[in-house]
Nanobody, 123 residues
Framework: QVQLVESGGGLVQAGVSLRLSCTAS????????MAWFRQAPGKEREFVAA????????YTADSVKGRFTISKDNPKLTAYLQMNSLKPEDTAVYYC????????????????WGQGTQVTVSA
């Protein structure tokens, strides 16, 4: 079974950048849309960004638009989330997920998830 493994999280100060990676353990990658969600303590898991498999169209939550960018590198079986100008309210566990073909913003549509990586932004 394919696994998704996130990396790149950490403790940073507000204003800096981080790049998260999500690498699949194997199998087909180019036919899958990828997404990032995040969950802060006591809150629901929320959509951050997603990218289609077939045309690389991207979708970004209003709360991170202009600061976060999703991309994917099919030969490397890896999706990325570039996070710039980080704010304390970006603090959360970040999860990557995948679904076949078309990206959506609803977490219920994604059946494969990584274990998450913690991002903590101090003021």
């Amino acid at each position: 079974q394919v696994q998704l493994v996130e990396s790149g999280g950490g403790l940073v100060q507000a204003g800096v950048s981080l790049r998260l990676s999500c690498t699949a353990s194997g199998g087909s990658f180019e036919n899958f849309a990828m997404a990032w969600f995040r969950q802060a303590p006591g809150k629901e898991r929320e959509f951050v960004a997603a990218i289609n498999s077939y045309d690389s169209s991207t979708y970004t939550a209003d709360s991170v638009k202009g600061r976060f960018t999703i991309s994917k590198d099919n030969p490397k079986l890896t999706a990325y989330l570039q996070m710039n100008s980080l704010k304390p309210e970006d603090t959360a566990v970040y999860y990557c997920a995948r679904r076949f073909y078309r990206a959506t913003t609803d977490k219920k549509d994604y059946s494969f998830w990584g274990q998450g990586t913690q991002v903590t932004v101090s003021a």
